[in-house]
């Protein structure tokens, strides 16, 4: 029996140090060449990442950069699934780095599983030891708590997956929501959940990504997710998660009590005794990363924990008094800025 015809949407922008790699992974998959389709889609790069992307995949048949205009990644991965000639279609961050046997085993996955969409684990890299901390973080349950997509040792029933595959008329049943700069992939997701469609994340179906190697990076990327969870679980109420009100709440918790310390004893042991819980949770979590992990990034992780925690549950904060002053009837609401 022939295999199914897959086609990989990769989504750039300014990505010169890492989409090179990207598609080096792709071209070196083993499936046949014939039977893969590449479009990359370049969100008006400012930097040399076009001329890269051009020089790797010349040569290859089924290859192909083009534009977007709309610069947003849910644009460029609309646009490859409208021209994808795959029977099986992937979204690729620019980011990432795809294992040998990715495309092989997803589509194994799907056919054995019967999942509208199947992905892999994220498996963070990061460079110095800032960038391991916030790598290790980003798979610990205690940095992400249930969400089991990031850190799957079996093939699992999950609510989202990191690049997400399915059958070609699945994603052009549901596609993304062009509005959603961030979070799209999750806001697709709830939609197939809320279908009734199932999401199956399988370890065999293997990739990396570079995450932030900084903290101001790591704070900027989850206040910013943050913030546009609260439109997605908006129009997702189903989907919402225990895991997910941890952050806020416990950002309003300390805020407040920070507040009450101004003016009462009673307030300065309240916020006393919240830091120094949250402080021995992370550093038991740090002392259970891991026993790679190497020294600076393991002692870091504490921070890195915070740094997280805190930016994200801010970010759902200032999403829901956004929310709450901008909501126009009936819709999805003013999306907040990028």
């Known amino acids: 029996m022939q295999q199914p015809t897959v086609t990989l949407v990769v989504a750039m922008r300014n990505e010169a140090a890492h989409i090179e790699a990207c598609l080096r992974s792709i071209l070196a998959q083993d499936y046949p060449p014939d039977r893969l389709e590449v479009l990359v889609f370049d969100g008006r790069s400012t930097d ?20 977007n205009p709309d610069v947003i990644q849910a644009a460029a991965w609309n646009r490859g699934i409208d021209m994808a000639s795959g029977d099986v279609i992937g979204i ?13 085993s997803a589509v194994a996955a799907l056919e054995r599983t019967g999942a509208t969409m199947v992905g892999g684990p994220v498996h963070a890299v990061g460079e110095g030891a800032v960038g391991t901390a916030i790598a290790t973080a980003s798979v610990s349950p205690f940095g992400v708590g249930g969400a089991r997509h990031h850190y799957a040792t079996e093939a699992v029933e999950v609510d989202t997956v990191f690049m997400g595959l399915c059958r070609a008329e699945d994603y052009r049943r549901h596609r993304f929501d062009p509005r959603m700069v961030r979070n799209q992939d999750d806001e697709l997701s709830y939609r197939i959940l809320d279908a009734g469609g ?41 989907q919402v998660r225990v895991r997910q009100l941890i952050p806020p709440t416990f950002v309003a918790a300390l805020g407040g009590s920070a507040g009450l310390a101004i003016v009462s004893h009673r307030g300065r042991r309240l916020f006393g005794a919240i830091v120094a819980t949250y402080g021995c949770a992370a550093g038991l979590a740090a002392l259970a990363a891991p026993a790679q992990t190497p020294i600076r990034a393991r002692a870091l992780l504490p921070a890195v924990f915070g740094a997280m925690h805190t930016a994200y549950g801010a970010g759902i904060l200032a999403g829901l008094m956004r929310l709450r002053r901008e909501t126009t009837p009936g819709g999805i609401g003013p999306a907040p800025r990028a």
């Not at 890269?52 to 290859?63: F, K, N, P, Y």
Request: one cysteine or more; proline letters at 3%.
């Open 48 to 67: 040399a990442s076009r001329s890269i992307a051009e020089a790797a995949l010349d040569g290859r048949t089924l290859a192909r950069v083009l534009d």
């Open 92 to 104: 690729v961050s620019g980011h990432a780095t795809l294992g040998l046997g990715y495309v092989a």
């Open 198 to 238: 199932r999401i199956v994340c399988d370890p065999a179906i293997m990739s990396t990504y570079a995450s932030r190697n900084s903290f101001g990076g790591l704070v900027r990327q989850q206040c910013s997710y943050g913030r546009w969870k609260v439109l997605v679980l908006r129009r997702h109420p189903r």
